[in-house]
């Protein structure tokens, strides 16, 4: 069995995410959407906002398990017993940064490939920057998130549901 892990801050999910997600799905015999635990990083949501929202989201893919881990990726890949790294890209710029995880990768797990996928084409400009700044400003996001995602950051940001 080919388990991959999909990992990011997903703060929060986006159908950007979720076309990747659900594309590497169909891919690999299970996908494990991890949360990174990142304490120097200031999010929105904290990680079992984000776990809840991504478990909620991804409810109907049957082979979609959602997790976090602090730490080395690649420390997760071994306990997990992972074999693939997904990683979306959007635009030529996230090649630079991800071919340079990819190969460090590589390098402390032999073992592990990275599968880089590029996101659909409605989703390039895509970002969980861009959405929360988006909502900040009680804009509608509702063709940027699914709607569970969209009413979490309505209510974290302005009080609403």
Known sequence: MT?????????????????????????????IVAVLINAKKKSLFSVEER????????????????????????????????QVIIRGLRAVSD??????????NKKLNENVETFFMMTSNQYSYLSSSIVKEVASYKASV?????????????????GEG
């Open 51 to 82: 776990v809840e929202l991504l478990r909620q989201v991804t409810a109907g893919m049957d082979n979609v398990e959602v997790d976090s881990f602090d730490g080395l990726l690649i420390d997760y890949m071994k306990k997990r017993n992972a």
């Open 142 to 158: 509702k063709d940027l998130v699914p709607l569970v995602v969209e009413q979490a950051l309505m209510a974290k940001l302005h």
């Open 3 to 31: 388990i991959a892990v999909c990992s990011g801050s997903f703060d929060p999910v986006t159908y950007g995410h979720l076309d990747i997600i659900s594309r590497g799905a169909k891919v690999f015999d299970k996908v």
């Open 95 to 104: 090649f630079e940064y991800e071919m340079q995880v990819a190969s460090i």
